[in-house]
């Protein structure tokens, strides 16, 4: 067993940021945001996905919302933003109206956190470059970790009550 310094997890983490970031170039540059945006919005798509093609689907919720204006109204920000790594305490502790730049739950906080809240995959980083045109505005997962898409909030409330009533509502 090698002991590693925390600097060369660093530099690993650098150089594997940078292999990836490589690939993706033109992609990149055609892109409206900053490397730093895109690495911000694809630690979120890290964490509010499993599935690449789920990725792909959250990533367009989230763009859409930018687009309006709307905040990303993301969960696993909350928790970033009160240190709360377990999701299913941060569900059932979290103030999601936390005072943080990193939190975007609350309505008032639009755009992006003040940086990224993980270090995202490359799988994330591609579904923000490549995230498909779509109506999204909202996504919910079940027990199953299956995930809904939704465009309107009348929708979206709707596929929670019917989950619930089917007993796919994650309750934590």
């Not at 995959?121 to 027990?143: G, R, W």
């Not at 009348?154 to 309750?171: A, G, P, S």
């Amino acid at each position: 067993n090698k002991e590693v310094s925390i600097e060369e997890i660093f530099k690993t983490m650098l150089k594997e940021t940078d292999r990836v970031l490589s690939i993706y170039k033109k992609e990149i540059e055609k892109s409206e945001f900053s490397i730093q945006e895109i690495l911000t919005l694809a630690s979120v798509v890290e964490l509010e996905g499993i599935k690449y093609k789920d990725r792909l689907n959250i990533a367009s919720v989230f763009l859409n919302r930018l687009d309006i204006g709307m905040s990303l109204g993301s969960d696993v920000t909350a928790c970033y933003a009160q240190k709360i790594d377990d999701t299913t305490l941060c569900h059932n502790t979290a103030d999601f109206n936390y005072p943080s730049g990193y939190n975007t739950r609350p309505i008032s906080n639009l755009g992006l956190p003040t940086g990224p809240i993980c270090n995202p995959s490359e799988s994330s980083i591609k579904a923000v470059l490549n995230a498909p045109d779509t109506d999204y505005l909202y996504f919910v997962a079940d027990k199953n970790k299956q995930t809904y898409f939704s465009v309107s909030g009348v929708e979206h409330q709707q596929t929670i009550k019917e989950l619930k009533n089917k007993d796919l509502w994650f309750e934590y």
